[in-house]
């Protein structure tokens, strides 16, 4: 979920410099369907990014603490941007999909780990915080 978090500050970073490099303030940019100013477009777009990576540094942090719900909200929210990645009303360009399918895979990978047998185990039972104190004195 970090790799996740970073792939998608890089891809927003990446995507800052090259509409500063590119775009002209004053553009239009399609955003959702129409047309809107350039700084419009740029700014729900680097907070949409900035919303990216607080969820995937969310997820991170609750499924380290061994929370249930966050392995299922992680997983829903996999499936929310797999729907997102196939249903562009487009067809995808080459480098929409450059940006998307690191962070896809990320994502892929997160959800593989969160299902795994050994993960059920972690996220089953007494919390891991509350199990470090009994594992103490039961080693003396």
Request: no cysteine; proline share 2%; glycine share 8%.
């Given at each position: 979920m970090?790799?996740?978090?970073?792939?998608?500050?890089?891809?927003?970073?990446?995507?800052?410099?090259?509409l500063a490099f590119f775009g002209?303030?004053?553009a239009t940019l399609r955003l959702a369907g129409s047309s809107q100013p350039f700084w419009v477009a740029v700014t729900v777009g680097v907070a949409g990014g900035l919303l990216v990576i607080a969820?995937?540094?969310?997820?991170?942090?609750a499924?380290?603490?061994?929370?249930s719900w966050a392995r299922l909200l992680s997983?829903?929210?996999?499936?929310?941007?797999t729907l997102e990645l196939v249903s562009f009303s487009e067809a995808p360009s080459v480098l929409g999909?450059?940006?998307?399918a690191p962070t896809w895979l990320a994502g892929l990978g997160a959800?593989?780990?969160?299902w795994r047998a050994a993960s059920g185990v972690f996220f089953r039972g007494i919390p891991h915080d509350r199990a470090r104190?009994?594992?103490?004195?039961?080693?003396r």
């Open positions: 970090y790799a996740g978090a970073a792939i998608t500050a890089l891809t927003l970073l990446i995507s800052i410099v090259s002209r303030s004053g969820l995937w540094l969310w997820m991170a942090r499924t380290s603490r061994g929370r997983t829903v929210l996999f499936g929310l941007a999909l450059l940006f998307w959800v593989w780990q969160l104190p009994a594992v103490a004195k039961m080693q």
